[in-house]
C-alpha cells in the first residue's frame, strides 16, 4: 500500500516524485493507494492515477480547514502536520484494505502519513521521507518573526520527535539525496544503520532542448525565469528577495532584462511583485518548458531548501545556464561553474547574470544537460526502492505477480514533469 500525502506547504517536486513512485510499483505490485487531493486542479489526473492502482481511496483535503483542525495539536505534544494530515475515512480505508487483501508491504511518503501505517508492524513498512521537514521549519523560524517563528520552533521539535520514531519502528526510511539523509543520521543516530537515500529523477524526454517551442516572452526580452509552486513559502521567499535585491542591478546595466516567475498558485505577495517594473507573473501555465527553452537564464536563489530542486534539474535537461544559491545546489552532484553557477549574494548573482547575458555558454548547458542524463534517471534511481520493499520479505515479488502493496501518500498529483 502507498499512503501519500503533499508537503505542507505543498511543493510540486515531491508530487512528481511521488508519480514517478506509483508508475515504478504498479509495473511490479498491485497498488493499493490511499492519497489526498488538495487541489482542485489536480483532478484532472484521478483517473491516471486510479489506472495504475488495484483499487484506491482519494480524501479532499482542504488546506484552509485543515490548518484550523492541526491547531488541536498545540494542546498536546503532538506535531501540527499529523493533526493536518488525520483523516478517519482513510484510516477506516487503510483498515479495510490491510485486513481484506493481507498486504505485506507498505510505503508511506512522507512521515506525517505514517501515522495510518503505524498499527501495522507485521508488514515490512518503508518510509519515503523525501526531505528532514523538521529541519526544514527549523529554517522557517530562523526567517519568521514572533510569534510565528515561535509556532515554526515547536513544529521543528515535535515533527522531529515523531521523525525519530518512524525510523526507529519501521523497516527502512529513504531521502531524496545523500547530504539529506546523512543530515538525518545525524538527528536520529539510533536508526542509522536503516536510513539512505534515492535521488530524484528527470524525464529527459520530456525535458529535450531539441524540440521546438514556440516562444512565450517579447521579442527584445533578456528572460529570467523561475519556475515553481508559487504558493510555497520558500518560492515565494526567494522570488522576494531576488526582485528586490537582485533585479534593480540587473536592469540597470541590462534594462531589457525582464524576471518571470512561472508557476500555479500565486501567493497575494507574488502577485504583488507584478508591479514591479521588469517582474512578470504568469499563474498556471500549460507548460512549462517553452519558458525554460526560451530563457536566457534560469534561477533557483532559494535561501531555506532541504533536498533536491527538480526546479534546477528540469532547467539543466533543457540545457539551460542556472544560476543557485547554495542552497538550492544541496544534494545535486553538479559541479559549479562546469555544469552551472553558484551565487553566495546578491552580487554575485548579479554578476553571474549579466556575464551569461552577455556571453552565452554553450559549454555549461550541454554539460549541465549531460549531468542530468548520467546521475538523474528515474529508473536507475527507483531501483534502491526495489532493494527496500523485497529485503527480508518471505514472498518475493516478482514483476506482474499478484503481492499487494500498500501505498499511502499526500496528493494525488499525477502531474506532468515540469
Known sequence: MLVHRIPYPPNKGDKIRSYHLLKHLARHYRVHLATFV???????HVPRVKALCAESYFAALKPRAARVRSLGALLSNRPLSLDYYRDRGMQAWVDEVMQRQQIGRILVFSSAMAQYAERYSSA???????????????????????PMSWLYQREARELLRYERHVARTCDAS????EPESRLFKTLAPESAQRIGFFNNGVDTEYFSPDRAYDNPYPVAAHAVVFTGAMDYWPNIDAVKWFASDVLPSLRLAAPQTCFYIVGARPSAEVQALARTAGVSVTGTVPDVRPYLAHAAVAVAPLRVARGIQNKVLEAMAMAKPVVVSAQALEGIDAAPETELVLALDARQFTTA???????????????????VELDYSWSSNLARIDEQLETDVATPAKPGAASGILPVAGAAGATQPG
Open 353 to 371: 547574470i549579466l556575464a551569461l547575458l552577455a556571453k552565452p555558454d554553450p559549454a555549461l548547458c550541454v554539460a549541465a544537460r549531460s549531468r
Open 174 to 177: 529513504l531521502f531524496v539525496s
Open 38 to 44: 488538495d487541489d482542485t486542479d489536480d483532478l484532472q
Open 124 to 146: 515490512r513498512r518503508v518510509v519515503d521521507f523525501v526531505d528532514v521537514d523538521s529541519d526544514k521549519w527549523r529554517q522557517y523560524a530562523e526567517k519568521t518573526r514572533w
